[in-house]
């Protein structure tokens, strides 16, 4: 499996920005399935966005559509999250996931994961 490690939370302002970046071990991440779920307190994990390895077509929870962007540099195994626009709701610990089945939203779609960062945007 690969060993997932996400960093780039902190508190924020409500409009303001962040990138969250996922440093992926290994030698296969740009064979990968890459995904951002987030997790507020008292709720259940959450679909945020996913990317294909070769970064075309990723997918967005309508929440952050337009909002949020997803990418990663293969070269340095690495993944991003660059957030704009940033919303109270936006509060969270942030997951990167890792897995092979495709671009998917579901949790079980993914078989590795990071300890996740938290991101606390207040108003």
């Known amino acids: 499996q690969v060993q997932l490690v996400e960093s780039g939370g902190r508190l924020v302002q409500a409009g303001g920005s962040l990138r969250l970046s996922c440093a992926a071990s290994g030698r296969t991440f740009s064979t990968l399935f890459m995904g951002w779920f987030r997790q507020a307190p008292g709720k259940e994990r959450e679909f945020v966005t996913a990317?294909?390895?070769?970064?075309?077509?990723?997918v967005y929870a309508d929440s952050v559509k337009g909002r949020f962007t997803i990418s990663r540099d293969n070269a340095k195994n690495t993944l991003y999250l660059q957030m704009n626009g940033l919303k109270p709701e936006d509060t969270a610990v942030y997951y990167c996931?890792?897995?092979?089945?495709?671009?998917?939203?579901?949790?079980?779609?993914?078989?590795?994961w990071g300890q996740g960062t938290q991101v606390t945007v207040s108003s």
């Open positions: 990317i294909g390895w070769s970064g075309i077509l990723p």
């Open positions: 996931a890792a897995g092979r089945r495709g671009v998917l939203r579901n949790v079980e779609g993914y078989d590795s």
